[in-house]
């Protein structure tokens, strides 16, 4: 069964950091894009960030540049989102999904979604 999980979230204060990770089982992510989305309450879902399965390409929403960073370790099957400086506006289920196609960040295009993981930022 392929599935994805995540974890790392959790409650933090503004200007902390917080690791996800999204683990893969039942397949291997060698080949696949992986996504990072959010969902904050009363709002739509959106890309945070995504990176290629080779010669790694990575995308990130304008809001978290130079604060959220990507990566992916093929040899764990995880791919993870380093996440600086957190600010209220980032409190939201963060999702990670898994893309076989062609790159793209377009939810649309992902197949194999996570459970989500809560990240909240309060003081």
């Known amino acids: 069964q392929l599935q994805l999980v995540e974890s790392g979230g959790g409650l933090v204060q503004p200007g902390g950091s917080l690791r996800l990770s999204c683990a893969a089982s039942?397949?291997?992510?060698?080949?696949?894009?992986i996504g990072w989305f959010r969902q904050a309450p009363g709002k739509e879902r959106e890309a945070v960030s995504c990176?290629?399965?080779?010669?790694?390409?990575?995308n990130y929403a304008d809001s978290v540049k130079g604060r959220f960073t990507i990566s992916r370790y093929n040899a764990s099957n995880t791919v993870y989102l380093q996440m600086n400086d957190l600010r209220p506006e980032h409190t939201s289920v963060y999702y990670c999904a898994a893309d076989y196609g062609l790159y793209s960040c377009l939810q649309r295009d992902y197949e194999y979604w996570g459970q989500g993981t809560q990240v909240t930022v309060s003081s």
């Open positions: 039942g397949f291997s992510l060698d080949y696949y894009s």
């Open positions: 990176v290629s399965s080779a010669e790694p390409n990575t």
